[in-house]
T-cell receptor, first 114, second 116 residues
Framework: DAGITQSPRYKITETGRQVTLMCHQTWSHSYMFWYRQDLGHGLRLIYYSAAADITDKGEVPDGYVVSRSKTENFPLTLESATRSQTSVYFC?????????????FGQGTRLTVV | AQTVTQSQPEMSVQEAETVTLSCTYDTSESDYYLFWYKQPPSRQMILVIRQEAYKQQNATENRFSVNFQKAAKSFSLKISDSQLGDAAMYFCAYRSAGTSGSRLTFGEGTQLTVNP
């Protein structure tokens, strides 16, 4: 199916464990993003990527790692999960041209770190 | 860096009435895009309306319209004839039009309740 999908939808992990959230898009969009959503903060940018093998930090990158070896995939890894990383995570993508400015979002992953 | 502020954490409206959600932003750029996204309980982010900064005319999509005041850096959303399905969290967002600015910057969100 065309679109942007995240997996898993829900994840519970223990403090100190490594966890990877997956994001896949089928539009060949150049830009991909990871946001976290916390009450009172809206969506805050963790990392973004302008193209394959090009990534950059956003507003809250500490404790996270990303990679983008293929245009369609943009996984987010928590190297050693902490309770403060309990959040809802959204992946998004958008095209490069200025006509299609809309960002498309995945369904979100609710991550709980215990 | 750009910032987006939504000063109303919660709003409520009676069904069939009109409500306005506020958003202000700070930027030194002259060319950019502004968006309102809706997030229902399903968590899905849904684009409601977009505005290009170079356009003076306010965007309209059916019952949704914006009041874009570029000099005041204000971008409010008006929902007319509110429906129960409009109940959701609403986010205002900013995107630079420059080649390095494709990321969206969001406000804190406004939770809208629609009362029957």
């Amino acid at each position: 199916d065309a679109g942007i999908t995240q997996s898993p939808r829900y994840k519970i992990t223990e403090t100190g464990r490594q966890v990877t959230l997956m994001c896949h898009q089928t539009w060949s969009h150049s830009y991909m993003f990871w946001y976290r959503q916390d009450l009172g903060h809206g969506l805050r940018l963790i990392y973004y990527s302008a193209a394959a093998d090009i990534t950059d930090k956003g507003e809250v990158p500490d404790g996270y790692v990303v990679s983008r070896s293929k245009t369609e995939n943009f996984p987010l890894t928590l190297e050693s999960a902490t309770r403060s990383q309990t959040s809802v995570y959204f992946c998004a993508s958008t095209g490069r041209d200025y006509v299609n400015t809309e960002a498309f979002f995945g369904q979100g992953t609710r991550l709980t770190v215990v | 860096a750009q910032t987006v502020t939504q000063s109303q954490p919660e709003m409520s409206v009676q069904e069939a009435e009109t409500v306005t959600l506020s958003c202000t932003y700070d930027t030194s750029e002259s060319d950019y895009y502004l968006f309102w996204y809706k997030q229902p309980p399903s968590r899905q982010m849904i684009l409601v309306i977009r505005q290009e900064a170079y356009k003076q005319q306010n965007a309209t999509e059916n019952r949704f319209s914006v009041n874009f005041q570029k000099a005041a850096k204000s971008f409010s959303l008006k929902i007319s004839d509110s429906q129960l399905g409009d109940a959701a969290m609403y986010f205002c967002a900013y995107r630079s039009a420059g080649t390095s600015g494709s990321r969206l910057t969001f406000g804190e969100g406004t939770q809208l309740t629609v009362n029957p």
